[in-house]
Each structure stands twice: as structure tokens, then as C-alpha cells.
């Protein structure tokens, strides 16, 4: 199975804020962003690195240098805040990271 | 609308069985392939099964030889029935669609909680 490292754990920020999680550890373009909120279906935001999902806000994007993947949230707002996680879709079984908890500072 | 709705989960004692519901409302589940994902206690989320258009299974190790995924075309109803119970299946459980086998997830449910427990 492939592993994927998703960084940092946990952040805390501000509304307005820039923020950005990393994830590594997949190939090529084969990784998709997910927004979960406690007890509400995850929702896929990102899909193949940098494609912006139907219906995700555009302060949303992807981006890849090599193996290193991120997420950017340009300008954090209320809704914002919950837990992102990485996959990679490069090979089945399908993998995730653990997950970024994003709470308000 | 187009959604996805899990019920089914309980709690359940070790060696126990239960079966898992996905209803789907807005497509049909049979020309999509559809995956079960669960999330154990302050864990990762973690792939579970798939059934294949073709009607093709799969299933992670960890539960292969244990859990079996079926859909009633008839109901746009996915299934997992879940056998031999461990307390390690303790998790939220959800179903997940994937368009074109891409493995990408465009559609979630709520999840069920499992709680396996004497």
C-alpha cells in the first residue's frame, strides 16, 4: 500500500488567514483534497493535485512540485474550519493521510 | 438530490454480524463503482470494499474472508454484510461513490457508526 504523510496535524488560524497542509508521498497528479465535518459526509475539493472540484469555492487550490502536494485555503472563512485530508489515487487500495484538524485560533 | 444515506450500524458483541444500508437518491448505484471506507476511533480513514458495475468485488485484507459488498439494483441500495465481528471494527463506516474507476471520491455519506463490544 502506498503511504501518505500529511503535514502539520493540527493548526490553528484565523478567518482571513492564509493557510496551507502538505501532503506527501504519492506519483505524478494522483492526489485529491477532502473536507470532513464532524458528522457530515467528507467532500471531495481537489481532485488530480490542482483540479478544483464542481461547486468548491476558489480560495480553494492544489498545487504539486514533484512527490510534495498542497493545499491552499487563500482566505480562511467561518465554514472553513474542519479536518482536510489528502488520498492518493495512484493504486488501489485507495490511502489517505491523517488529517489536518483546522480549528480557529 | 443526489446523496448517499448509511444506516444499519448498532452495537454489536464480538463474533457478531451485521449488514450495512447505502441508499442512493439521484443516480443509480449499479453504473457507478461504489466503495465502503470506515473510520475507527481517532484513526485515519481507511478503504473497506468496492463492487464494480460488472458487479467485480474487492476487498482490503483486513477484512477480506469477513464482510461482503452486494448492491440491490432494484432498491439503488449498496450493502455490506459484515461477519465475524472484532472489537478493531469499532469505526464510523461510510459509502462512497467513484465515477470512473478513477479513485476519486465525488459523492460521501454520513456515515454508520459499528461498535463492536462485550
Known amino acids: 500500500d502506498i503511504q501518505v504523510t500529511q503535514s502539520p496535524s493540527s493548526l490553528s488560524a484565523s478567518v482571513g488567514e492564509r493557510v496551507t497542509i502538505t501532503c506527501r508521498g504519492s506519483?505524478?497528479?494522483?492526489l485529491n483534497w477532502y473536507q470532513h465535518k464532524s458528522g457530515k459526509a467528507p467532500k471531495l475539493l481537489i481532485y488530480?493535485?490542482?483540479n478544483l472540484q464542481s461547486g468548491v469555492p476558489s480560495r480553494f487550490s492544489g498545487s504539486a512540485s514533484g512527490t510534495e502536494f498542497t493545499l491552499t485555503i487563500s482566505s480562511l472563512q467561518p465554514e472553513d474550519f474542519a479536518t482536510y485530508y489528502c488520498?492518493?489515487?495512484?493504486?488501489?487500495?485507495?490511502?489517505f493521510g491523517q488529517g489536518t484538524r483546522l480549528d480557529m485560533k | 438530490e443526489v446523496q448517499l444515506v448509511e444506516s444499519g450500524g448498532g452495537l454489536i458483541q464480538p463474533g457478531g454480524s451485521l449488514r450495512l444500508s447505502c441508499a442512493a437518491s439521484?443516480?443509480?448505484?449499479?453504473?457507478?463503482?461504489m466503495n465502503w471506507f470506515r473510520q475507527a476511533p481517532g484513526k485515519g480513514l481507511e478503504w473497506v470494499s468496492v463492487?464494480?458495475?460488472?458487479?467485480?468485488?474487492y476487498y482490503s485484507d483486513s477484512v477480506k474472508g469477513r464482510f461482503t459488498i452486494s448492491r440491490d439494483n432494484s432498491e439503488n441500495t449498496l450493502y455490506l454484510q459484515m461477519s465475524s465481528l472484532r472489537p478493531e471494527d469499532t469505526a464510523v463506516y461510510y459509502c462512497?461513490?467513484?465515477?470512473?474507476?478513477?479513485?476519486?471520491?465525488?459523492?460521501w455519506g454520513r456515515g454508520t457508526l459499528v461498535t463492536v463490544s462485550s
Open positions: 488530480g493535485a490542482s
Open positions: 463492487i464494480y458495475p460488472s458487479g467485480r468485488t
Open positions: 462512497a461513490r467513484d465515477v470512473t474507476s478513477s479513485l476519486v471520491f465525488d459523492l
Open positions: 439521484g443516480f443509480t448505484v449499479s453504473t457507478n463503482y
Open positions: 488520498q492518493q489515487s495512484h493504486s488501489t487500495p485507495p490511502t
Open positions: 506519483q505524478s497528479k494522483f
